[in-house]
C-alpha cells in the first residue's frame, strides 16, 4: 500500500526558514509535487521534481524554494527560505507512481508571521 507521510510544518517569521519532508513507500514513483492551499482558494503546484531530477517551481517561489530528494528514502523535501506572509497555508505533498495513481499526504500547516 502507498504511504505519503509530511512532516516539518510549523510558525516561522517572515524571512525564515522551514523544511517540509514528505517520506513515500510502496511503489514506485515517477513524480513528487509539494502544493499549497491559502484558505478559502484552490490548491496549486508549488515545485515538482521528476524522478530523474528535472524541477519545476510556481513563479512566486522562484530563488526562495528549492524541491529535492532522497532516492534511498524515497523522501522529497520542500527548503523554504526567506519566507513570507503570502507563504502561509497548508502545504500537501502529492506523489505520483508509474502506474498512473496520485497520492496525498494530510497536509501540514505553514504559518508566517510576525
Known amino acids: 500500500q502507498v504511504q505519503v507521510v509530511e512532516s516539518g510544518g510549523d510558525w516561522v517569521q517572515p524571512g525564515g526558514s522551514l523544511r517540509l519532508s514528505c517520506a513515500a513507500s510502496g511503489s514506485i514513483f515517477r513524480g513528487y509535487g509539494w502544493y499549497w492551499q491559502a484558505p478559502g482558494k484552490e490548491r496549486e503546484l508549488v515545485a515538482h521534481i521528476s524522478s530523474g531530477g528535472t524541477r519545476n517551481y510556481a513563479d512566486s517561489v522562484k530563488g526562495r524554494f528549492t524541491i529535492y530528494k532522497d532516492d534511498l528514502r524515497t523522501t522529497v523535501y520542500l527548503q523554504m527560505d526567506n519566507v513570507k506572509s503570502e507563504d502561509t497555508g497548508v502545504y500537501y505533498c502529492?506523489?505520483?507512481?508509474?502506474?498512473?495513481?496520485?497520492?496525498w499526504g494530510q497536509g501540514t500547516q505553514v504559518t508566517v508571521s510576525s
Open positions: 502529492g506523489v505520483a507512481t508509474i502506474g498512473g495513481s496520485t497520492f
